[in-house]
């Protein structure tokens, strides 16, 4: 078993691309999430998902945009990069909401 | 509203020190706890959680917790560090009154020295 798989590992992107993050989970888990985590600022839920079909904003969602179109993957997508955006993002999934999350290896994204 | 504080970015230890990293939260309804750990370049993983049964809550690695509804804390605790416990730490709450989304603290790194 897999569990949460992400790709890329790591990405250098221009400034004003478009990029889109994967992330697919093979435990059946109902909800998933996008965090992105920076140098002492922790980690940041950018979008999550409870089920498929439906998602929700987190704490800092301005500049990205997210779907689930099924049980397993949920990608991320940055419309229009921005220096800012350079981070750690970690794609995680649970059983539901206040269950325990089970954590990907992870996309470096540097956008120059 | 939920929210965590971890007090402390760093904390440094000796090898076979105890180790005592911070966590309080606040909840205006019964929160569920949970403590993560993130080895260098990998993602989070599970020490232990808390879920409202025993107030001490024992995890992976010889860590162990102690909910205190009265402090409102979730302090994680090891009695004798190893070289391999250096990590980040994470301390996180979900409640109803966040929708069960969880929420982060910043993140503590343990520094253990020889």
């Known amino acids: 078993i897999a569990g949460i798989t992400q790709a890329p590992t790591s990405q250098i992107l221009a400034a004003g691309r478009r990029m889109t993050l994967r992330c697919t989970q093979d435990m059946r888990h109902n909800a998933m999430y996008w965090y992105r985590q920076d140098l002492g600022l922790g980690l940041r839920l950018i979008h999550y998902?409870?089920?498929?079909?439906?998602?929700g904003k987190g704490e800092v969602p301005d500049g990205y945009s997210v779907s689930r179109a099924n049980t397993d993957d949920f990608p991320l997508t940055l419309a229009s990069a921005v220096p800012s955006q350079t981070s750690v993002y970690f794609c995680?999934?649970?059983?539901?909401?206040?269950?325990?999350?089970?954590f990907g290896p992870g996309t470096r994204l540097l956008v120059l | 509203a939920q929210s965590v504080t971890q007090l402390g970015s760093h904390v440094s230890v000796s090898e076979g020190a105890l180790v005592l990293l911070r966590c309080n939260y606040s909840s205006s309804v019964p929160p569920y706890l949970f403590w993560y750990v993130q080895y260098p370049n990998q993602g989070l993983q599970l020490l232990l959680k808390y879920t409202s049964a025993a107030t001490l809550v024992k995890g992976i690695n010889g860590f162990e917790a102690e909910f205190k509804k009265s402090e409102t804390s979730f302090h994680l605790t090891k009695p004798s560090a190893h070289m391999s416990d250096a990590a980040e730490y994470f301390c996180?709450?979900?409640?109803?009154?966040?929708?069960?989304?969880?929420?982060f603290g910043r993140g503590t790194s343990l520094i253990v020295h020889p």
């Open positions: 996180a709450v979900s409640s109803s009154g966040g929708s069960y989304i969880p929420t």
């Open positions: 998902s409870n089920t498929a079909g439906t998602t």
């Open positions: 995680a999934s649970s059983e539901g909401p206040r269950e325990t999350q089970y």
